[in-house]
């Protein structure tokens, strides 16, 4: 198990308590997610879950939507609570200069059960037709995260 913490955290003290991994995982399907964009009520999603950053990542890009949609969904997964006490646009996916995505809190919004305070680590692929995400939180204890200042 450290091995796998070490692979997808960094370094982490020996004597880090492992209070929870939180885990979620999410597939949208690529095409469906075509059809909606295409739509007035799908733009209106598109402004309303998702930052100005991310929608200008996003444009008018099925394949991107679908991965962004999928990567939120798998945060509020991992977060235990679905999208209830967090609302979609609070949960922020950026991109390192390298493209490889990360996560933020949007502006000083507080998670669920202190999610905003985890350490998280986040990937998306394509399958086929469909955007796959995982995203996974290390709690060191109850709302806490090592590392934080």
């Known amino acids: 198990m450290s091995s796998l913490l070490q692979t997808l955290f960094g370094e982490i003290p020996d004597a880090a308590p492992f209070h929870n991994l939180q ?38 890009d099925p394949e991107r939507f679908a991965g962004r949609w999928a990567l939120k969904e798998a945060v509020s997964k991992a977060l235990g609570t679905g999208f209830r006490g967090i609302r979609p646009i609070d949960i922020e996916i950026l991109r390192e200069s390298g493209g490889r995505p990360y996560l933020a809190p949007a502006g000083s919004v507080q998670w669920p059960n202190d999610g905003h305070r985890w350490m998280w680590a986040i990937s998306v692929s394509r399958a086929g037709d469909a955007a796959i995400a995982m995203a996974v939180a290390f709690v060191s204890e109850p709302g806490t995260c090592r590392g934080e200042d």
């Open 23 to 60: 885990v979620g995982i999410d597939a949208e399907s690529i095409p469906e997610c075509a059809e909606l964009l295409s739509t007035l009520p799908g733009r209106a999603l598109l402004e309303s879950r998702f930052t100005e950053q991310e929608r200008s990542y996003i444009g008018d």
